[in-house]
């Protein structure tokens, strides 16, 4: 079986919801959770996923990586990466395919892993926690994203999907994917055609988008939506960077100077955030936070109002932003919906409300699942393995795109609309450097556009950002070089390229085509008349031979008449005859297409580090396994010491001299477990337990032995007693079968009631430590013996009473005729008469 899955990839935890039974529910991880923290974390001997790095992020703090989401795709030197700095808890890097990553050290070797990489891990992860769930095989998923997110970031999404194995349907925005989560399921209450405009207001642990979607019956449509990067990290930075102020005036030391330190801080201040978002007045505690020195305090929520002051700022601009790009009153807007988890702090809901005319607020939606649920849908809508109700998501990119191309002398020849289906004319002077914009913003994903190119030969076409100040700070604008490799041609040719804005929202040049016009011969059937010589007509050929000379004169004048009109108007006839005739038809030849400078990994890499991946996955498996005996290990020694003690449950089952030695072997064994220092394998834990197993299994075979045995008994005196009671009383229901059968039966019965007897009185001689002589075994095997004797003997078919004779029916004798009528037919005979 197969499932499909969405996921919400955020930089605090990330969700992972898949689509069953008519459901759409989130998988829950291996401690019950069913949000999964965003951590790879690296030690000595292994790699730690999700809530594992979690559980040792405070000891292993410099080799934890996080926040990678927001280096995907970004380069040193951006804006948004200074940032990243303060909240990553390991050193970040530029790696040697330009793109972000961290510096950790993994077995004691210092290793660089691209944001790229420590992604696919974490991918890895989602995956094989969603299979553990739903136990089926993941097969498609659909990843959210933010919608600032340009090519080369969602391009690095897909390149960490493929190095995970997971093939991936669509890069979708988390806004349009929690717009699908809230429509789907209302489709039914929308009008076909008057739509229904619903705001979503969505702040979760570092983004802050506002969006304004368009519902009818059966399709969504986003009309706009804008973010910044404020959400509930920043909050958190407000508090801890106010704490440690406080901490650096009373102990001289800044807390926020360590990464550990700051990552216990940033935890005690999340929970402070929680508890002002009910209450006046919050603590903060924080054991050992710095220099074995404890911390304590409290703040006002007017404290953290204050603080927040520049959050609110932006929030606003984001809340103003979206309105004037929507252009819609606030009186056509239906509802405000809220999600994410930092929408419960009260000042963002008063914002979202006072931007919107002062709107109830709705939370009808799962604050936390809601992109997650809405990825899973889109996820089997488009996936073959599911059937869904239609419902079409249409999203836009807010970013405009250019084609840019060097004219050519052959552009001259160019002639304008030419056909119908060759979109846009790609003209210029002969060196003159030309761009078009292709695609405006806001178009339209998985939207092709046709561009005609008139060459004589192989050109390049460029494509790039139209407007850098729309994109995030340190993105590149270019987005790849494609080269139209075209043979060279004697005359200026048709060239078809096709551009393409994919349904992820990623840019390329899809296809290249040659077209020309070629004049070829073909060879036709058509219909040409045979005339009938005249002389000769066939049909009145055919009638005088069928003539005879018996008609009368005047039918010959006749018949001369109609020769006479056959000679004046012979009979026409046809045949078919091939033709060659020249024809003209369009010729299209594919050209290949060589791009550079293409956002994403080479292929070469990207197989470079899924072969990584499964290296590193294979020593986790190993690593997993060899734990898992070592548990087994472990806990053997202590279960059987304390088991085996002379008030423990096997303390009778194991002579006292053998437990002496027995209990040294496990002490010797429990001294090295802990001396081994990681050095065993799995191989010689088993080995070790399979040592102790010698001893052990037998004193754990004889108390098992003791506490079945006299179930077995009773079970098996009860088998005898009733078989026995059949053979002396059959009654009925046995009185067919012959005596000396169901003596038989007897006799077996007895014979297993005075072995019970017997070895009973053996095993109760015998002390409980030696080997039983009453195996519960012996008497499950003499049980079932009994009962297939017996049986065999009693399910002896019951003959068939015999069937009595049919009685025949006596027919009454009629009077012979001659005899005389009886006496009782006389009253009939006058009765007859009476009636007459």
């Not at 642990?205 to 449509?221: E, P, Q, R």
Request: hydrophobic content about 35%; proline content about 4%; overall charge negative.
């Amino acid at each position: 079986m197969s499932t499909v899955i969405g996921i919400d990839l955020g930089s605090d935890t990330s969700f992972v919801g898949y689509v069953g039974k008519g459901i759409v529910d989130i998988c829950q991880n291996e401690v019950s959770r069913r949000d999964t923290s965003s951590l790879v974390g690296f030690t000595d001997r292994e790699r730690l996923l999700g809530d594992n790095a979690l559980a040792q992020i405070k000891s292993n703090a410099k080799n934890t990586c996080r926040n990678f989401k927001h280096l995907l795709g970004q380069k040193m030197d951006s804006e948004s990466v200074q940032t990243e700095h303060f909240w990553s808890t390991s050193p970040l890097i530029e790696c040697e395919d330009g793109g972000l990553g961290y510096k950790v050290t993994y077995k004691g070797e210092q290793r660089e892993l691209s944001a790229v990489q420590v992604t696919a891990m974490f991918l890895t992860k989602l995956r094989d926690l969603t299979e553990t769930w739903t136990t089926n095989k993941v097969a498609d998923c659909v990843i959210g994203v933010p919608s600032y997110f340009t090519d080369v970031h969602r391009q690095a999404v897909l390149d960490a999907a493929k190095i995970a194995g997971m093939p991936v349907l669509r890069i979708m925005n988390e806004h349009t994917a929690t717009a699908l989560a809230y429509g789907i399921y209302r489709s039914n209450d929308f009008d076909t055609e008057k739509p229904v405009n619903v705001a979503f207001c969505s702040m979760g642990h570092s983004i802050f988008s506002v969006s304004i979607v368009s519902f009818v019956k059966g399709k969504l449509t986003v009309i706009t939506e804008k973010c910044d990067k404020v959400g509930g990290r920043n909050m958190d930075e407000c508090l801890m960077r106010e704490f440690a102020a406080q901490f650096q005036k009373k102990f001289g030391c800044d807390p926020l100077s360590t990464k550990k330190a700051a990552f216990k801080l940033e935890d005690s201040v999340s929970k402070t955030k929680k508890i002002l978002s009910a209450n006046y007045e919050a603590p903060c505690n924080c054991e050992c936070l710095m220099e074995d020195e404890d911390f304590s305090s409290s703040i006002t929520r007017d404290s953290f109002l204050e603080m927040c002051k520049p959050m609110m700022a932006k929030v606003q601009a984001v809340l103003d932003a979206a309105k004037a790009a929507a252009g819609i009153p606030d009186d056509q807007i239906e509802a405000v919906e809220l999600v994410g988890g930092a929408t419960r702090v009260p000042w963002v809901k008063e914002m979202c409300s006072a931007a919107f005319g002062g709107k109830t607020l709705s939370t009808t939606m799962n604050a936390d699942e809601a992109v997650a649920r809405g990825c899973a849908l889109q996820a089997a809508i488009l996936s073959p393995l599911y059937k869904v109700r239609d419902f079409e998501v249409k999203d836009v990119v807010p970013f405009p795109v250019t084609v840019g191309w060097m004219g050519s002398s052959a552009d001259a020849e160019a002639v304008k609309g030419e056909g119908e289906d060759d979109g846009e004319q790609m003209t210029g002077a002969d060196g003159e450097y030309k761009t078009a914009t292709v695609f405006p913003a806001n178009s339209a994903m998985n939207t092709l556009k046709m561009l005609t190119f008139y060459r004589k030969g192989p050109f390049d076409v460029k494509m790039e950002y139209e407007d850098l100040s729309l994109l995030p700070s340190g993105t590149d604008k270019s987005l790849g070089t494609f080269k139209v490799e075209l043979p060279a041609q004697a005359e200026a040719k048709k060239i078809k390229v096709k551009a393409k804005l994919s349904l992820h929202g990623t840019f390329c040049i899809e296809s290249a085509q040659l077209v020309e016009d070629e004049e070829y011969e073909e060879t036709v059937k058509e219909k040409r008349e045979i005339e009938v010589p005249a002389e000769v007509p066939a049909e009145a050929s055919a009638e005088g031979e069928a003539a005879k000379p018996e008609a009368e004169g005047e039918e010959k004048k006749e018949g001369e008449e109609k020769k006479e009109e056959a000679k004046k108007e012979p009979e026409k006839k046809y045949e078919w005859v091939e033709v060659k005739k020249m024809k003209k038809r369009t010729k299209k030849t594919d050209l290949n297409i060589v791009a550079t400078e293409r956002p994403g990994l080479p292929e070469v890499t990207i197989q470079k580090r899924m072969d990584e991946e499964s290296a590193m996955q294979g020593e986790m498996k190993e690593i997993i396994e060899t734990d898992e005996r070592k548990n087994d290990l472990e806990s053997y020694i202590f279960n059987m010491r304390d088991k085996t003690t002379d008030s423990g449950e096997y303390g009778q089952f194991i002579d006292p001299a053998e437990r002496e030695k027995f209990h040294s072997e496990l002490a010797t064994m429990e001294d090295w477990l802990y001396d081994e220092t990681g050095l065993a394998t799995k191989v010689m834990y088993v080995e070790k337990l399979a040592e102790l197993k010698k001893v052990g299994d037998p004193v754990v075979f004889r108390f098992k032995e003791s506490e079945m045995r006299i179930d077995w008994v009773n079970a098996l005196i009860g088998t005898a007693k009733n078989y026995r009671t059949a053979a002396d009383e059959p009654g009925d229901k046995y009185d067919h079968i012959s005596q000396n059968k169901l003596a038989e039966i007897a006799q077996e019965c007895d014979k297993i009631s005075a072995w019970v007897a017997e070895m009973q009185a053996k095993q109760e001689a015998l002390a409980k430590y030696v080997k039983p002589v009453l195996i519960c075994s012996d008497m499950e095997k003499k049980n079932q013996e009994l009962a297939k004797f017996a049986d065999g003997i009693l399910r002896e078919a019951k003959p068939k009473a015999p069937e009595p004779p049919k009685e025949e029916e006596k027919k009454p004798e009629e009077p012979k005729p001659e005899e005389p009528a009886p006496e009782a037919a006389e009253p009939k005979e006058e009765n007859v008469h009476d009636v007459d």
